[in-house]
């Protein structure tokens, strides 16, 4: 799993980066909203924490940019000394999924990660999943169009399973071999783009059935649900 925190006080970011680092997830701070919109839609990320006060924008105009720009829905956590009902409501009309006022606790703010994170891979815990035409066997991990099974190693599964999960967002390289690998390999490695070729292949991903599997030049992939009934 991985974190992006929008966070200007070094001290702050120490601090959830111990936390972090307990629940085994990889945290990458940004110090400027500048940082941040530079490298964030280039990358890939299960939750984002930001803070309200930074010193070139606010974290609302952020958030703001979060749901408008980017094509796929990631929670997003506010952790902020602003404590007013206000600006409670105001982050939450925007799109923020939760909210803390520092100082943080650590109980607290470790349970708000987990619930965040959990609640957006509500199928981790089902037994099948279904992307017409598609239907995945969690248990027996099989994956099979129109009822047919279809022959898949190990690592083509996973590969499989995180696109389908991850619909519509763009998954860079570098977070697909963390995740499906096990490792920050180099970014030129043709490991990714071989196997994504064979799964488009296996699987016949393809707008006539309703998903298309894109490379992003230089980013890395998306797969998208076409939809159909749109003459």
Known sequence: MKIGLL???QSQI??????VDELGYTLQPFKT??????HVADDSFDLFILDWNLPDTTGI???DWLRSTLDWQVPVLFITSRDSEQD???????????YIIKPVNKDITLARIKALIRRSRADVDADFINFEPYNINLRERIISL???????????????????????????RAYIMQE????????????VDTHISRIRSKLGLSPDRGWQLSSVYHHGYRLSKIDLTVT
Not at 14 to 19: A, G, H, N, P, V
């Open 7 to 9: 966070e200007d006080e």
């Open 180 to 191: 499906v690998w096990g490792t920050k390999a180099d970014l030129k490695t043709r490991t």
């Open 14 to 19: 120490t601090l959830i980066r111990q936390w």
């Open 88 to 98: 409670i409501v105001k982050a939450l009309d925007h799109g923020s999924d939760d």
């Open 146 to 172: 129109n009822d047919e099974p279809v022959k898949l190693t190990n690592k083509e599964f996973e590969l499989a399973l995180m696109l389908f999960r991850h619909s519509g967002r763009l998954i860079s």
């Open 33 to 38: 909203g500048a940082e941040f919109r530079q």
């Open 61 to 63: 105009d952020i958030l």
